[in-house]
């Protein structure tokens, strides 16, 4: 069975600033796919980045970025010029690749951007 | 398109009660998901479905049951409310359940069992 580690339970920065959440999962698997979940006080579940465990490159997406280290089973999350809309949970979530998209979540990071 | 549409938002149940979380999609999407998410965690996978009539058990499945007659509805029963129940269920579906698809989330039913 597969497990994903989020070791920080709470982190506070100041907007602007940069932040790294880490991440840890253990698998036997060979393809997979790795993602990180924003999840606002509203509850709603928002897709930040993913990645592709076949690709060596670093996904980015905008001030999101993952450094993804296979053989240490680490996928961090870098999230730079942090804004206060960026106050939420964040999760890390491992998916097998194989025929359903069925998530294997981290306990989460609540991160807060004071102003 | 409404999306993923989950109804009640809130209920509380007593122990012993049953109940059936709704949730429905306009999407026409194949796959659909269930998932609970405890206080302070992240979200663990119930049971899914890969299409109509086709289910299967997830992650956490014991005290849970599923149906799926139709493209567009996947309830979620639970027969005998426990505390142990109390979470926050998140309905989720998509088309082709590629990883490489967007996975598209309900807002959430809040559960508390007393």
């Known amino acids: 069975a597969q497990t994903v580690t989020q070791s920080q339970p709470e982190m506070s920065v100041q907007e602007a600033e940069t932040v790294t959440l880490s991440c840890t999962y253990d698998t036997s698997e060979n393809n997979y796919y790795l993602f990180w979940y924003k999840q606002p006080p509203s509850r709603q579940m928002i897709l930040v980045i993913r990645?592709?465990?076949?690709?060596?490159q670093n996904a980015t997406e905008n001030r999101f970025s993952v450094n993804f280290q296979k053989a240490a089973k680490s996928f961090s999350l870098k999230i730079s010029d942090s804004q206060l809309g960026d106050t939420a949970m964040y999760f890390c979530?491992?998916?097998?690749?194989?025929?359903?998209?069925?998530?294997?979540f981290g306990q989460g990071t609540r991160l807060t951007i004071n102003p | 398109n409404a999306g993923v549409t989950q109804t009640p938002k809130f209920r509380i149940l007593k122990i012993g009660q049953s109940m059936t979380l709704q949730c429905t999609q306009d999407m026409n999407h194949n796959y659909m998901y269930w998932y609970r998410q405890d206080p302070g965690m992240g979200l663990k996978l119930i049971y899914y479905?890969?299409?109509?009539?086709?289910?299967d058990k997830g992650e956490v499945p014991n005290g849970y049951n599923v149906s799926r007659s139709t493209t567009e509805d996947f309830p979620l029963r639970l027969e005998l409310a426990a505390p142990s129940q109390t979470s926050v269920y998140f309905c989720a579906s998509s088309y082709s359940g590629q990883p490489n698809e967007k996975l598209f989330f309900g807002s959430g039913t809040q559960l508390s069992v007393l």
């Open positions: 990645q592709e465990a076949y690709k060596q």
């Open positions: 479905s890969v299409g109509a009539g086709i289910t």
């Open positions: 979530a491992f998916m097998k690749q194989e025929g359903a998209q069925k998530l294997v």
